[in-house]
């Protein structure tokens, strides 16, 4: 019987298990397909605080991986692949750890959310060197230098305006003759002398420098099928996140896009289940905010135990 097992080990998820390693819970953290979550496939991490020349993606995410560690945190490179809830007071929860049932007093789901990515050639080696999911994350490494945006709903239209502050110009490209954003977003997009439409084209191909990093998108109008070159820094790919929630779907409550629901914090509808970072956040989707509710999870954690001892 596991005091406490948490579900990834993203910065919401190795936060959780630092705090919940200090309160004496000694947790099981596991580890999940993508170890360390999307910071993994991060060069340089500008916007945490505490590191005032940036640090890498990777080494964060070690860094939070060894805090928790010291602490008596314990890791496991395993994939959780089935959940059934239990009532939180005499009745555990079960989870299926490689093909085997472990059972919970409480569950911490910071599995996360993985951007959707376009499926191209050279996709996963240029993640990082010119290729990214996060305006946020990344727009500032890209000043006065021309981008492009991949998508057509109010995230791309958000990413593009988000991006004339740094580009000299935001190429928003799309598949169809219109945006399928709302038409507020749309307006304002297309209203912006920065960002120019680039309508009816499919990505087709990344095109690298000798250095690795990216030199243009190669694109297919689809009226005609000719292929362009749009020389640009990066591409910010936009077209959405799926939340990695499947082994909890229809046991814990989540909205039609399968982000879990937290009620009051980070609790959820099941007595003892708590969400924390992209799994549950739609909005922010930053390793600060990540970090912060994992710090909330644990908090609810050790209240709910002491409330049931």
């Not at 910010?236 to 896009?257: Q, R, S, Y």
């Amino acid at each position: 019987m596991e005091n406490v097992i948490i579900v990834g080990t993203g910065c919401a998820g190795l936060t959780a298990a630092i705090y919940t390693a200090r309160a004496n819970l000694s947790p099981l953290v596991l580890e999940g397909k993508e170890p360390g979550g999307q910071l993994t496939t991060t060069t340089l991490v500008e916007n945490f605080p505490g590191f005032p020349e940036g640090i890498d993606g990777p080494d964060l995410i070690t860094n939070m991986k060894k805090q928790a560690e010291k602490f008596g945190a314990r890791f496991q490179y395993s994939y959780l692949s089935d959940f059934e809830p239990g009532n939180g007071h005499d009745l555990p929860h079960r989870v299926k750890i490689d093909d085997e049932w472990v059972e919970a007093k409480t569950l911490i789901v910071a599995s996360g959310a993985s951007a959707r990515w376009l499926g191209l050639p050279n996709e996963s080696k240029l993640v990082g060197h010119g290729l990214t999911s996060c305006a946020t994350c990344d727009g500032a490494f890209y000043r006065n230098v021309p981008v492009a945006v991949v998508g057509g709903g109010d995230s791309a239209c958000e990413e593009a305006l988000f991006l004339t502050r740094f580009a000299s110009k935001v190429y928003l490209v799309h598949r169809r003759d219109t945006l399928r954003a709302s038409k507020i977003m749309a307006d304002r997009a297309l209203a912006h002398p920065k960002i120019e439409p680039v309508w009816n084209s499919i990505p087709v191909e990344y095109l690298a420098d000798a250095q690795g990093e990216m030199r243009a998108l190669k694109i297919r109008h689809a009226d005609t099928g000719t292929e362009s070159e749009l020389e640009v820094a990066c591409v910010f790919v936009a077209i959405g996140h799926t939340p990695n929630t499947k082994p909890f779907l229809g046991k814990l409550p989540t909205d039609e896009a399968g982000y879990l629901l937290q009620t009051k914090g980070t609790t959820t509808e099941v007595p003892g289940v708590f969400a924390a970072g992209d799994v549950a956040d739609t909005v922010y989707r930053q390793a600060i905010t990540a970090a912060g509710q994992g710090c909330a999870a644990a908090m609810d954690v050790e209240r709910f135990l002491a409330d049931q001892e």
